[in-house]
């Protein structure tokens, strides 16, 4: 069971890049935590080896927009993933989605490129895309951009945290996609700022966290605010009887998609690493960050305070590293989500509301610094890395 993830004498504290110790104590032992850590362990052997999808379609042959098809070939898309797979061809058809399926499936594409196709033809058309979180609007925004590249296709981001002037000005000018959190989209819709006239398409992303968030009555008084006729594309991770309720409301004859062996989670080794009395977890960190393989790791904290304070010290240590957590602005966190991604950084400290909906490739490393309040939050976190059937590696502290 409880293991050593490092053995005793490896804490030689041989610093790499570090600066010497900065002597803080104040990164508190946590207790009262109630999952049991044997939760928090899986080993190699264990661990799936996802057999290569086999896709019915390719997107070299899709019967779609020359441009479209070319920006998608472009971003190295050749076989679709399953729910892609599955869900583009029936979309195009003009049938509503439902997509049962993890972070990492590569839905954004799956509801992307029909969307995209449709407004091609029908440029006055426009979609409504609403997720829980800022970082993920802005990474589906991203997407878009390069799936519509050399087309008249574009789009405004609404979210909370940054100033609504320049959302309200943007709205103003024609716009075929809107891409927002709920509470703002909602602001923007009752002071009249974003009209809903003409969006034929409604992508609803990871509708079990806008649950989780509080977002459930938001969503609903969202939907019923776009005209109908329209197409609905609703995605999530888990099936609760509020969210299946919300569906059968809104859905017509749905094409029901249901992903479950493409969660990375078995991809993922899983561990713990135990924290002996009278050590510091900041010194096991920095013993385990300076190892062969941690390359691009992010860790996760508790709070904003102890997320900063890790932050801090590692960067006092020499490290490369960057933090996002509730305490920093929109933009603040974007940057060092960014300087994340480009490897800029390759350490990256962050709470888990910051944290959620992030899609950086390539994670080798996930650190739970502090334990997760809830066995979701831990599969969040570790799902981070392990990401489009990438191996990876998830470590738990231990006290
Ligand atoms: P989800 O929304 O399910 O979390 P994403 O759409 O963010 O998943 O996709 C996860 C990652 O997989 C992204 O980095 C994306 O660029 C990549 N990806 C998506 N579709 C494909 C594909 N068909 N081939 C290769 N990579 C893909
Ligand atoms: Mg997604």
Redesign the pocket.
């Given at each position: 069971m409880g293991q050593y993830y490092n053995s005793q004498k490896s804490r030689g504290f041989s610093r790499g890049g570090g600066r010497g110790r900065g002597g803080r104590s104040n990164y508190g032992r946590f207790s009262g935590n109630t999952i049991h850590e044997s939760f928090f362990i899986k080993k190699a052997d264990e661990i799936i080896e996802e057999e290569a999808y086999v896709s019915e379609m390719k997107?070299e042959t899709l019967d779609i927009n020359a441009v479209l098809k070319q920006n998608?070939l472009k971003?190295?898309?050749?076989?679709?993933?399953p729910?892609?797979d599955k869900a583009i061809i029936p979309a195009l058809q003009g049938k509503d989605v439902v997509g049962v399926?993890?972070?990492?499936?590569?839905?954004?594409?799956?509801f992307l490129i029909p969307i995209i196709n449709k407004i091609l033809a029908n440029p006055s058309e426009k979609a409504l895309i609403i997720v829980p979180t800022r970082e993920?609007a802005v990474?589906?925004s991203v997407?878009l951009k390069s799936l519509a590249q050399g087309t008249s296709i574009n789009s405004v981001v609404c979210i909370g945290g940054t100033g609504l002037g320049p959302q309200i000005k943007s709205l103003r000018y024609p716009h075929n996609f809107i891409i927002a959190t709920p509470g703002r989209i909602k602001d923007l819709i009752e002071r009249r700022a974003a009209s809903m006239q003409n969006v034929k398409y409604v992508v609803l992303?990871?509708v079990d966290r806008m649950f989780d968030m509080g977002f459930g009555k938001d969503v609903a008084f969202l939907v019923d605010k776009v005209p109908t006729p329209r197409q609905n594309f609703f995605?999530s991770a888990t099936l609760s009887s509020n969210i299946e309720q919300l569906f059968a409301k809104y859905l017509v004859n749905p094409i029901k998609i249901d992903i479950k062996t493409?969660d990375g989670i078995n991809t993922i080794e899983q561990d713990i690493v135990r924290i002996p009395k009278a050590v510091k977890k900041i010194d096991i960190l920095h013993d385990l960050l300076i190892k062969e393989g941690f390359n691009k790791v992010l860790v996760f904290g508790r709070t904003k305070h102890g997320v900063k304070d890790t932050h801090q010290e590692l960067v006092n240590r020499g490290f490369k590293a960057d933090s996002i957590h509730g305490n920093k602005t929109q933009a603040q966190r974007q940057k060092s989500l960014n300087a994340f991604k480009e490897n800029k950084v390759n350490i990256l400290v962050a709470t888990d509301v910051a944290a959620r909906?992030i899609?950086?490739?390539d994670i080798t490393h996930v650190i739970n610094f502090d334990i997760p309040a809830t066995k979701e939050d831990y599969t969040h976190r570790i799902g981070r890395t392990g990401?489009?059937n990438k191996k990876g590696t998830a470590l738990t502290f231990v006290e």
């Open positions: 997107f998608i971003k190295g898309y050749t076989n679709p993933t729910i892609q399926a993890k972070t990492g499936s590569g839905k954004t594409a799956a993920l990474q589906i997407e992303d990871e995605f493409t909906g899609d950086v490739m990401r489009a």
